[in-house]
């Protein structure tokens, strides 16, 4: 069974630093791409960033281009975002999830909270 | 960037009636060398991460129920659920991903 379990996320202040992770378990994980989406409650959802299987293509989104690193220890079946210098306006919900064969987002974790607030 | 919007915002339906959400891109998402296009929809239920419906526009993924269904090509696109049941009751997102990715602002199915 497929598995993707979200960690890391809290409150910190305005221009903290923040590292989430994702466990990925039930597949060859480094074969897939994966990628991070964030959702503000309540709102919609907004792609973040996407990394493929080997760590060595990334793409960001505008937004957090420049502040955010995604990233992933293949041996650990783990993916990371870093997240630098963050704004209030950073405060989502964080999923990872995973890209299918047909290039959809077939798999989502649950998703960890982070709050940027003073 | 390619935008996505949807229409309506809200749907309120009965039990048992079709459901239609709309889908529209700001710039096509077929891509002429696969006649394929690169456009998904997802569900969201309350206090749950989206959920996969459909790829390549139509392409079902396995265990959605028959009742959804998806159509549409190069801008415009549509989900429809034949006959709404309770546990439709979501949050539905469509998602390009001709170009990076972009979701639409999502619409809210209600039980009327």
């Known amino acids: 069974e497929v598995q993707l379990v979200e960690s890391g996320g809290g409150l910190v202040p305005p221009g903290g630093s923040l590292r989430l992770s994702c466990a990925a378990s039930g597949f060859t994980f480094t074969t897939y791409w994966m990628h991070w989406v964030r959702q503000v409650p309540g709102k919609g959802l907004v792609w973040v960033s996407r990394?493929?299987?080997?760590?060595?293509?990334?793409r960001y989104a505008d937004s957090v281009k420049g502040r955010f690193t995604i990233s992933r220890d293949n041996a650990k079946n783990t993916l990371y975002l870093q997240m630098n210098s963050l704004r209030a306006e950073d405060t989502a919900v964080y999923y990872c999830?995973?890209?299918?064969?047909?290039?959809?987002?077939?798999?989502w974790g649950q998703g960890t909270l982070v709050t940027v607030s003073s | 960037d390619i935008v996505m919007t949807q229409s309506p915002d809200t749907l309120a339906v009965s039990l048992g009636e079709r459901a239609t959400i709309n889908c529209k891109s700001s710039?096509?998402?077929?891509?002429?060398?696969?006649?394929?296009?690169?456009l998904a929809w997802y569900q969201q239920r309350p206090g749950q991460p989206p959920k996969l419906l459909f790829y390549?526009?139509?392409t079902r993924e396995s265990g959605v129920p028959d009742r959804f269904s998806g159509s549409g090509s190069g801008t415009d696109f549509t989900l429809t659920i034949s006959s709404v049941q309770a546990e439709d009751v979501a949050v539905y997102y469509c998602?390009?991903?001709?170009?990076?990715?972009?979701f639409g602002q999502g619409t809210k199915v209600e039980i009327k």
């Open positions: 990394l493929n299987g080997d760590g060595s293509a990334t």
């Open positions: 998602q390009q991903y001709y170009s990076t990715r972009t």
């Open positions: 999830a995973r890209e299918g064969g047909d290039q959809a987002l077939d798999f």
């Open positions: 390549w526009a139509s």
């Open positions: 710039q096509s998402v077929l891509y002429s060398s696969n006649n394929k296009n690169y």
